[in-house]
Nanobody, 127 residues
Framework: QVQLVESGGGSVQTGGSLRLSCAASGNTFRRAFMGWFRQAPGKEREGVAA?????????TYADSVKGRFTISKDNAKNTLYLQMNSLKPEDTAMYYC???????????????????WGQGTQVTVSS
């Protein structure tokens, strides 16, 4: 069983930055594939960024955030991060972290591939 707790959301103006954190319980963090997803009101949950297990060498990003967002992990702290720069109003959403034991590369931005989810943290970007 994995428990995930997100933090770091808030309200910023266009062009601002936020860093989200996701603290994971248990001793399986290093072996987990993890991702960040977001869901705006009335829209489907979409994949934002994903990172592979181990040292997190391989990362995947949605086209909409490439060059602006960076996913990373700290295995010693059991924590996943999402650094978000140059934020836009369209980035406004509830952001969730997710984990699973195995997620194939081509499917790492698909919410259906992840079994464990946090409760989410709200990000609001105003123009």
């Amino acid at each position: 069983q994995v428990q995930l707790v997100e933090s770091g959301g808030g309200s910023v103006q266009t062009g601002g930055s936020l860093r989200l954190s996701c603290a994971a319980s248990g001793n399986t963090f290093r072996r987990a594939f993890m991702g960040w997803f977001r869901q705006a009101p009335g829209k489907e949950r979409e994949g934002v960024a994903a990172i592979d297990n181990g040292n997190g060498v391989t990362t995947t990003y949605a086209d909409s955030v490439k060059g602006r967002f960076t996913i990373s992990k700290d295995n010693a702290k059991n924590t996943l991060y999402l650094q978000m720069n140059s934020l836009k109003p369209e980035d406004t959403a509830m952001y969730y972290c997710a984990a699973d034991a195995l997620v194939l590369g081509a499917r790492r931005l698909m919410a259906s591939e992840y079994a464990y989810w946090g409760q989410g943290t709200q990000v609001t970007v105003s123009s």
